[in-house]
């Protein structure tokens, strides 16, 4: 259960301050019709992840520089996995996956990058560490 709260935490505060530093300092957009993601965001989302890993390594079976790297993991497929719903959806024409929050779209935007990285975070956590 400690590991699904770490995961989430270290992907969605990696998001957040992935999409604000990519508004103070970012210059060059990652995919230019799919996402505002910048490099400069996604690089500071990362090393952010990473140190908020680490501050919560003592819930995981990782240690500090373990749980850093699996969180700098985990927050960079959340990343990749929050450009590939949004390719999903322009795909398809959607804007929201649903309006169950107003403003915020719905649930799966919300989760996409969790629901991304959680199986990544998984099988490395399976075969890695052997746990």
């Known amino acids: 259960v400690l590991l699904i709260a770490f995961l989430v935490k270290v992907v969605q505060f990696g998001d957040l301050l992935e999409y604000f530093f990519g508004r103070r300092i970012g210059r060059r957009r990652i995919a230019q019709e799919l996402s505002p993601k910048t490099y400069e965001g996604v690089a500071a989302g990362l090393v952010c992840a ?7 390594h003592w819930i995981t079976p990782f240690g500090v520089w373990g749980a850093m790297a699996m969180a700098a993991l985990a927050s960079a497929t959340g990343m990749a996995g929050n450009i590939v719903f949004a390719a999903i959806k322009r795909d398809r024409g959607v804007r929201d ?18 629901l991304f990285a959680a199986p990544i975070l998984y099988h490395v956590t399976r075969y890695v560490w052997a746990i």
């Open 50 to 56: 990473a140190l908020i890993g680490g501050v919560l």
């Open 97 to 114: 996956w649903s309006h169950l929050i107003p403003g915020q779209g719905g649930v799966l935007d919300q989760l996409d990058s969790v």
